[in-house]
């Protein structure tokens, strides 16, 4: 690969360093793209202004498929599982492949559909917020609040039952750490994989109200595609919300103006952009974004905070401002990939943000922000601990 852009570290995050990583605004300033090197030492091209990630995200020409040779892992392990290893795993198929599981799923996602189940998201919520009241004046959020709520929402909706919790957060929690081993992610998906092909099993002879009931009626999949589509589901709903909710807490509470304005979702979601480094790509075949030309099997990383952050786009894009008209971001990503469960996402952060602060309106940090653990090694960006107090 000859290029004549000028090679740069990648910016992962790193302590004590803010997020998004300032490198992005300089990348943002040069013309063309970025030539980095990932961890793993494979070269890709850094995408960071919103005009060229979004360009990116609809370029048919432009791949999300690990099976293509130059298609990046942002990890030394890890990475995004090819569909041989885990079948189901959709976000990796392109279309037509891909089309078939959103087809099936997409129904279950619509605003619609997400404004039918806000009544048990209120409960999933409010019965957390009772157990932080009966257990005293302080907790950790992440633990007792923020973790919690996206995984009982995600576990109801795929029929899994709540009482595994611990299970699933566990095993999930080694599949997003950049740091964990081959065989800890290979153990990790194995023991989810074999838990989600028993549950389906059961519903097969006993069909419930639930995503995988709804799965096994669509006859648009295998046993084996939609263990690996629950698996995605489970933690994708799980992660990404868990940690835009705990990051959102804690701007909320830095910004109490904005508290109980319906806005201020929207702009937690363009401001933090937790799943930064998740759209990886590779071209299939030559093509041209923003100017340089990426030739057949280059590596792509399509940069969603520093799009985001892209002042071009979004006035004074480094501030939090719920004032502004955030709704064209792409946290969600962009195209036919765009993220199938945005509107429950949404959801979830609005009841939690609106519940918490009127039932518990003296919630406050227990410790200065500097002090707080963030998720530097993290897949998606955010909070390992939330201490609070009231």
Known sequence: MSNTAQ?????????????????YADFRSREGL????????????????????????????ISSSPRHEGFPSVGRTG????????????????????????????????????????????????????GLLAAGS?????????AAVPSLV????????????????????????????????????????????????VKQKRPGDDLISVMLASGAMSLQEISGASMLLLIAGQETTANNMALGMVTLLLNPQWIGDERAVEELLRYYSVADMVALRVATDDVEIGGQLIRKG?????????????????????????????????????G?????????????????????????????????????AFKYDGVVFGLDSLPVRW
């Not at 569909?83 to 605003?111: C, N, S, Y």
């Not at 892209?310 to 962009?334: L, Q």
């Open 7 to 23: 090679l740069v570290d990648f910016p992962l995050r790193r302590p004590g360093q803010p997020y998004p990583p300032k490198q």
């Open 34 to 61: 970025v030539w980095s090197h990932m961890p793993t030492g494979a070269k890709v091209w850094l995408v960071t202004k919103y005009d060229d990630v979004r360009a990116v995200l609809t370029d048919p020409r």
């Open 79 to 130: 990475g995004v599982p090819n569909p041989d290893q885990v079948p189901g795993w959709f976000v990796a198929l392109d279309p037509p492949d891909h089309d078939r599981f959103r087809k099936a799923l997409i129904p279950e996602f619509t605003v619609r559909r997400i404004r039918e189940m806000r009544p048990s998201i209120q409960e999933v919520v409010d019965h957390r917020v009772d």
């Open 138 to 146: 302080e907790a950790d959020l992440v633990h007792d609040f923020t």
């Open 154 to 201: 995600i576990s109801a909706l795929l029929g899994v039952p709540h009482v595994d919790r611990d299970f699933f957060e566990a095993r999930i929690r080694l599949l997003v750490t950049m740091s964990s081993t081959h065989d800890q992610r290979d153990q990790a998906t194995r023991e989810i994989l074999r838990y989600l092909s028993r549950l389906i099993l």
């Open 298 to 334: 280059e590596g792509i990383v399509p940069l969603v905070a520093a799009a985001n952050h892209d002042s071009s786009t979004f006035e004074r894009a480094d501030e939090f401002d719920p004032g502004r008209s955030a709704r064209h971001h792409v946290a969600f990503g962009y």
């Open 336 to 372: 036919v990939h765009q993220c199938l469960g945005q509107h429950l996402v949404r959801a979830e952060l609005d009841i939690a943000y609106r519940t918490i602060f009127e039932r518990i309106p003296k919630l406050e940090l227990a410790v200065p922000v500097e002090e707080l």
